[in-house]
């Protein structure tokens, strides 16, 4: 499975930006489709995941903001941001995985910086 994650940028506070997941290989076993983001010096932490069925779970800071979707037929997952923060700054990382607790297959990174 692979991963290929783009969409990243500079933009101002309140901005939008719209990730994009591409993922090829064999992928029809992966249940969890999510992002993931890290700051510098900080932890890898969920920002919004999505299941097969469709269900969404998302990170507390990011609610009402975010948006996960997928589009199965191309292989293809999204994030939307908007109202975009400064904190929002950091690497964002897509990952699929079989089961919750699997350590699945990372996307190589994309970074979103948010200026004030």
């Known amino acids: 499975v692979q991963l290929q994650a783009s969409g990243g940028g500079l933009v101002q506070a309140g901005g939008s930006l719209r990730l994009s997941c591409v993922a090829s290989?064999?992928?029809?076993?992966?249940?969890?489709m999510g992002w993931y983001r890290q700051a510098p010096g900080k932890e890898r932490d969920m920002v919004a995941r999505i299941t097969r069925g469709g269900s969404r779970n998302y990170a507390d800071s990011v609610k009402g903001r975010f948006t996960i979707s997928r589009d199965n037929a191309k292989n293809t997952m999204y994030l939307q941001m908007n109202s975009l923060k400064p904190e929002d700054t950091a690497v964002y990382y897509c990952?699929?995985?079989?089961?919750?607790?699997?350590?699945?297959?990372w996307g190589q990174g994309t970074l979103v910086t948010v200026s004030s």
């Open positions: 290989g064999r992928i029809s076993s992966m249940n969890y």
């Open positions: 990952n699929v995985r079989p089961e919750m607790d699997d350590y699945g297959y």
